[in-house]
């Protein structure tokens, strides 16, 4: 008799399984049947906030144990969780909102889970990221998610001169009170002429998209109280072909007159980020006027 479980179906016994699971970032609705099942099979819910996914949880009239696993007890939590694994308990991971260990608490917990030789099984849901792409009308093949750029303006600032020539579209994570500083950084780095899309609320009540040029955001913002509320998706166009491939020739032009050509293309892909090697073939020629 074949009695192994699997780990892709809640109904079955399921001893040693972690599932992190997606849960809705505002619209009840659109929590997935997956997701509910898992979570009324398992034998322990892992949450970032216990009181509010207890209310996640009272909504659908769920009764599985919760225990608080956050940022400032993620390894001590870890530890209870594999505890539970051994003892044969299935577990689900779940943050506020949204997926775990995206921009949120939990790949500690998961890279612990994996190394003590656990299975983890991710169960996915709404996302922040994706539903702001869809509905941007960007048409970008490639985007980069960053997260949370640095809250110090400084820091900020450094980070945003690294992004600047890549050539992807840029998504960003922004609370409330860092919004007017971030979009004016971003202005001031990026420059004014790409566009920017507020994805603000996003599935929730007061949900706004809105798009225009990085040059009318700050006004845009300002023009109403309401508009710098909630938490926001950011998405910038990527840099233009021109712009981001020609950033470390820039550099070379004006490191060549006082530099060898491998001193100044060493120092140029520091800068621009782009190869050590093309750019010191591109300084021979530069230096040989070809």
């Known amino acids: 008799m074949n009695t192994s479980t699997d780990s892709h179906n809640p109904t079955a016994k399921n001893e040693g399984l972690l599932y992190v699971v997606a849960t809705p970032i505002g619209n009840l609705g659109d929590i997935t049947l997956r997701a509910l099942e898992v979570l009324k099979k398992v034998d322990l819910i892992a949450a970032e906030d216990t009181r509010q996914s ?10 599985s144990k919760l225990i608080s ?17 051994r003892s044969g308990f299935s577990v689900a991971l779940v943050t ?3 997926t775990p260990a995206v921009s949120d608490p939990g790949a500690r917990v998961v890279a612990a ?12 849901g709404a996302s922040a990221v994706v539903a702001a792409l869809s509905a941007s009308g ?5 985007f980069l998610f ?16 690294a992004l ?31 566009d920017i899309v507020f994805g603000r609320e996003l599935t929730k009540a007061f949900e706004q998209i809105h798009v225009c040029r990085l040059s009318e955001a700050s006004a845009w913002l300002a023009a109403d109280a309401n508009r710098q509320r909630g938490e926001f998706v950011l998405i910038v166009s990527g840099a233009t072909e021109d712009a981001s491939a020609g950033a470390g020739e820039r550099v070379l032009k004006i490191l060549l007159p006082e530099l060898p050509a491998s001193q100044a293309a060493k120092l140029a892909a520091q800068i621009s980020g782009e190869k050590k090697n093309a750019l010191y073939e591109l300084a021979l020629r530069l230096r040989d006027g070809k």
């Open 138 to 142: 960007l048409s970008a093949a490639h």
């Open 164 to 194: 600047k020539p890549l050539p992807y579209a840029l998504v960003f994570y922004e609370a409330p009170h860092r919004i007017t500083e971030t979009v004016d950084d971003l202005t001031a780095i990026l420059g004014g002429e790409r």
């Open 69 to 85: 696993v956050r940022e400032h007890n993620e390894e001590a939590g870890a530890l209870k969780i594999i505890e539970a694994l």
């Open 54 to 63: 207890g209310n996640l949880l009272k909504h659908f009239g769920i009764a």
């Open 113 to 124: 889970v994996r190394t003590a030789g656990f299975t983890v099984v991710p169960i996915p």
């Open 146 to 161: 960053y997260g949370f750029l640095p809250s110090k303006g400084g820091e900020r600032r450094s980070a945003l001169q």
């Open 96 to 98: 506020d909102a949204g």
